[in-house]
């Protein structure tokens, strides 16, 4: 079964400045996707950035790019330039059975100005 | 593209009614969605997997009679929440999957979710 671990419940980060959000993983599927997603206050899931197991380069999308470390399990969130706006929950998942998303606990990032 | 609606985005109803939640994909045909439980600042917990033509899959715990799930076409899909109580109150979040044909790897976008309250 899948599983996904992220270890920090809350990280504040300076307007600005990068910040990178941690996520492992554990499956034993040798192809597999990891999707990072944004819930700010407001309750909707937005869809942030994706990587492939089989993808030769770490995914980028805009400000954010994932740091992916196979060997590790790990495909940690790189947000860049940080924005008063970046202030959400971030969740990091994995398909499982039947395409059911396996989603990690969440990490509360809070952007000072 | 990618757009999932969801209706309403809030409700509050009396102990013993019925409440009707709406998803759609406005911008692509979705043979799957799925419906999720969050209380707050929770993960999201999988309700139910929700096929066009087919009865939903349930989750382990979770009560199909109470948590009637309809995939009526491949852009709507509806939760009721029958006779609900006060412990159903909570947020639902629906997500509609965009086929790529990659399988495992396809993308599931997210309605605004409902926050349902009961009195």
């Known amino acids: 079964a899948q599983k996904i671990t992220q270890t920090q419940p809350g990280m504040f980060v300076q307007e600005k400045e990068a910040v990178t959000l941690d996520c492992t993983y554990d499956?034993?599927?040798?192809?597999?996707?990891l999707f990072w997603y944004k819930q700010p206050s407001s309750g909707e899931m937005i869809f942030l950035i994706y990587?492939?197991?089989?993808?030769?380069q770490n995914a980028t999308e805009g400000r954010y790019s994932l740091n992916f470390q196979k060997a590790r399990k790990s495909a940690n969130l790189v947000i860049s330039a940080s924005q008063l706006g970046d202030s959400a929950m971030y969740f990091c998942a994995m398909p499982g059975y039947g395409n059911k998303l396996v989603f990690g606990a969440g990490t509360i990032l809070r952007v000072k100005s | 593209g990618a757009v999932v609606s969801q209706h309403p985005s809030r409700v509050i109803c009396k102990s013993g009614t019925s409440v009707k939640i709406e998803c759609r994909s406005l911008?692509?045909?979705?043979?799957?969605m799925f419906w999720y439980r969050q209380f707050p600042k929770q993960s999201l917990m999988l309700m139910a997997t929700?096929?066009?033509?087919?009865?939903?899959?349930?989750e382990q715990g979770v009560e199909k009679d109470k948590f009637l799930i309809n995939h009526a076409s491949l852009t709507l899909s509806t939760l009721t929440v029958t006779s609900a109580h006060p412990e159903d109150s909570s947020f639902y979040i629906c997500s509609a999957q965009l086929a790529s044909g990659r399988a495992r790897t396809d993308t599931q976008y997210f309605g605004p979710g409902t926050r349902l309250t009961v009195l």
């Open positions: 990587q492939g197991s089989y993808d030769e």
């Open positions: 929700s096929n066009e033509g087919s009865k939903a899959t349930y």
């Open positions: 911008d692509f045909q979705a043979t799957t």
């Open positions: 499956t034993s599927d040798q192809s597999y996707g």
